[in-house]
């Protein structure tokens, strides 16, 4: 019989020590910090620097949720290699190349007060108030000058709030935020030295900039048979643009219009048509009905602004219903010739534009039969 007791007394010992454990075990598990929720953490660059480039000082700016509930004196933020909880019992190792010792407190949201900080131990930064108080909801606190981790990683950033005002004790709420620390790309290209100048019937355009490529064909009849009693005109268009420094000239070259021997005769000298008078000219201009009974022309598009865009025609070829036709004269430019120019207008590049360029025949009536043609040839000249 005293054997049997003595085993039952031993068994039921066991069975009490068991128990304890148990209940001791139960209890440390439910103390423990409310998980901060709606966590990031933004990397914001400093001068010239993208915030996540590796090892140079960055400000990281920190935004989560607070559950609250327990007067909050300070903020702890712990930059780790791993992402475990604060008190997940996991050691937390600082990336390679972080420093936190000069960091400061640029600004703070929702819950404020931190007027304090302490960065002496490096990786850890703690934030406190003069006295704890209540801490909840959304809440934005951005550290400046912090010295990214100084290779490719990605790393993780402990946070806890105490109720003690330097960072210790049990927390209240605690998460983990992660950035990641990246070489920024590098990009490089070259605009050289650029013209681009074309001529034809018209030219059409491209998403709304003038482009060569819709050129129509440079072949152009004037809109009636010359005669004594009324003004025959044509047209043709010109595109410039040009990134020189001094911007563009663009010269006429050619003869006037001939018939085997015979020939039109050019204006020497900006003038108004005249009908029943041997006339031949060209202007850049929106003509009126006053040269012919079809109006002729267009103004320069876009319109010089003096700053992109430059380009206009020259004096002598800039008066409404005034034409003139001198081989080699400049009939346009983009303020590169130090004349001809309006008071907004300084030299320099420009970007494309269309030139209309009106030609305007008269003729006597003694003027002889005859196919009357000629080749002009535009020539734009850019000065870097």
Known sequence: MKNHHKSFTRIFSASILVAAILVQTFQASTVSAAQITNRKLTLIGVGTNGGSKPNVAANHLFNFTLAGGTDTGSIKFQYCTTAAPVAGGIDCNLPAGTVTTGSTLGSETGATGFT??????????????????????????????????????????????????????????????????????????????????????????????????????????????????????????????????????????????????????PIGATAAGIRGVSQFGLNLKANTTATSTTPVGAEVAVASNGTNYRGQASDDYKVIDNFKFVSSNIIANSASNGNDLDAIDTPGGSDAQIFTVSYMVNVPGSQPAGTYTTTLTYICTPTF
């Open 116 to 265: 304090n900080i302490d960065n002496s131990t490096n990786g850890t930064t703690i934030i406190s108030r003069t006295s704890a108080s209540a801490a909840s909801g959304a809440v934005a606190y951005q550290l400046n000058n912090v010295i990214n981790p100084n290779t490719n990683t990605t790393f993780f950033v402990r946070i806890s709030t105490h109720n003690a005002l330097d960072g210790t004790g049990a927390a209240i709420d605690s998460g983990t935020v992660t950035a990641a620390t990246t070489n920024p790309i590098d990009l490089s290209g070259t605009m050289p030295e650029s013209l681009v100048f074309c001529a034809a019937e018209t030219i059409g355009l491209n998403g709304g900039v003038p482009d060569c490529a819709t050129a129509t064909d440079a072949t152009i009849a004037f809109n009636q048979l010359f005669s004594p009693t009324d003004t025959a005109t044509a047209s043709s268009q010109l595109v410039a643009s040009t990134n020189a420094g001094a911007g563009y000239a663009i010269a006429v070259h050619g003869t006037t219009l001939t018939s085997g021997s015979n020939t039109i005769s």
